[in-house]
């Protein structure tokens, strides 16, 4: 699962997710995050306006001239972060694990070692968990071989055959006739706690949606916000998992989206693949 309160990470095992709505009053409410309304702007500032508008694109335009011969690739990985809310990362890995799907051969540094993290965040956050032969696989490709054990028989009694049951999921973690699983975490963020040349301790801010599509359905698909603390190990050649950990949020106040029906998630899922390499 990939909610704030689920098992995915090998804590104890609680109830499924619930979903908590907050409704907001139907008259204009001041901004959540505590910022005054900007009145409308006046005529007199019109030509003001157009002016910086004029001058941004006259700007971009001879940014885009003079841009790198081979598309920027390599430099905007140093400086994408910039500002304080930009996306960071450089090129991603060419290796692959795990049956082909996980992402491997990280860099052997700090953002090498927030890229593992998110990565598999992402995988041990994945529907394949539910699944025992795959979620196997998923952890051997995960995890360091000092903790393969502790992390596979974690994870087999989280994801144990009652519970999937209480989730509405058959024994082999797939979904009942007419309905689709749906078990998605994206991560947002990741942040480094603790560094060395042979250990890191990373959080990864994830948003994570979960649930069953169907008219019948009594578990809909909810979303939720969590933070995954992985623990990694270099092994000479990579970032492995030694242990993980997860806690609620922090979480954003709630949209005023309409609610989409349960045909129309089910065929959002099943058409927008969700990505192997996070960062």
Same mark, same amino acid.
């Given at each position: 699962?990939?909610?704030?309160? !689920?098992?995915?990470?090998?804590?104890?095992?609680?109830?499924?997710?619930?979903?908590?709505?907050?409704?907001?009053?139907?008259?204009?409410?001041?901004?959540?995050? +505590?910022?005054?309304?900007?009145?409308?702007?006046? /005529?007199?500032?019109?030509?003001?306006?157009?002016?910086?508008?004029?001058?941004?694109?006259?700007?971009?335009?001879?940014?885009?001239?003079?841009?790198? /011969?081979?598309? @920027?690739?390599?430099? #905007?990985?140093?400086?994408? +972060?910039?500002?304080?809310?930009?996306?960071?990362?450089?090129?991603?890995?060419?290796?692959?694990? +795990?049956?082909? =799907?996980?992402?491997?051969?990280?860099?052997?540094?700090?953002?090498?070692?927030?890229?593992?993290?998110?990565?598999?965040?992402v995988a041990l956050g994945s529907d394949g968990m539910?699944?025992?032969?795959?979620?196997? #696989?998923?952890? !051997?490709?995960?995890?360091?071989?000092?903790?393969?054990?502790?992390?596979?028989?974690?994870?087999?009694?989280?994801?144990?055959? !009652?519970?999937?049951?209480?989730?509405?999921?058959?024994?082999?973690?797939?979904?009942?006739? @007419?309905?689709?699983?749906?078990?998605?975490?994206?991560?947002? @963020?990741?942040?480094?706690? $603790?560094?060395?040349?042979?250990?890191?301790?990373?959080?990864? %801010?994830?948003?994570?949606?979960?649930?069953?599509?169907?008219? $019948?359905?009594?578990?809909?698909? =909810?979303?939720? %916000?969590?933070?995954?603390?992985?623990?990694? $190990? %270099?092994?000479?050649?990579? %970032? $492995?998992?030694?242990? =993980? /950990?997860?806690?609620?949020?922090?979480?954003?106040?709630? @949209?005023?989206?309409?609610?989409?029906?349960?045909?129309?998630?089910?065929?959002?899922?099943? !058409?927008?693949?969700?990505? =192997?390499?996070? #960062?």
């Open positions: 699962m990939s909610l704030g309160d !689920e098992q995915g990470y090998g804590g104890e095992q609680t109830d499924p997710p619930r979903q908590t709505r907050t409704r907001l009053p139907s008259a204009p409410a001041p901004d959540v995050y +505590g910022g005054a309304r900007r009145p409308s702007r006046s /005529s007199r500032s019109l030509v003001a306006v157009v002016g910086v508008v004029v001058l941004l694109i006259a700007a971009i335009a001879f940014a885009n001239r003079g841009g790198d /011969s081979d598309g @920027g690739s390599s430099s #905007r990985g140093n400086s994408a +972060g910039a500002g304080p809310t930009a996306a960071t990362g450089v090129k991603p890995v060419t290796g692959k694990a +795990g049956a082909g =799907t996980i992402p491997s051969g990280y860099a052997h540094d700090e953002q090498g070692a927030q890229s593992a993290a998110a990565n598999y965040a539910f699944n025992k032969e795959r979620r196997r #696989r998923i952890v !051997e490709a995960v995890a360091d071989p000092s903790t393969l054990a502790a992390l596979q028989s974690g994870f087999d009694s989280d994801y144990s055959a !009652e519970f999937l049951a209480q989730l509405g999921l058959k024994a082999d973690g797939t979904a009942p006739a @007419g309905t689709t699983f749906v078990n998605r975490t994206i991560p947002a @963020g990741t942040k480094v706690r $603790k560094y060395t040349e042979d250990a890191a301790d990373v959080d990864v %801010w994830c948003m994570g949606l979960f649930g069953l599509t169907g008219e $019948k359905s009594t578990k809909p698909v =909810t979303s939720g %916000w969590f933070t995954v603390t992985v623990q990694l $190990k %270099w092994d000479d050649s990579d %970032w $492995k998992v030694l242990t =993980t /950990s997860q806690k609620t949020g922090p979480t954003p106040v709630t @949209g005023d989206n309409a609610i989409s029906g349960s045909d129309e998630i089910a065929n959002a899922v099943n !058409e927008f693949g969700g990505f =192997t390499y996070a #960062r």
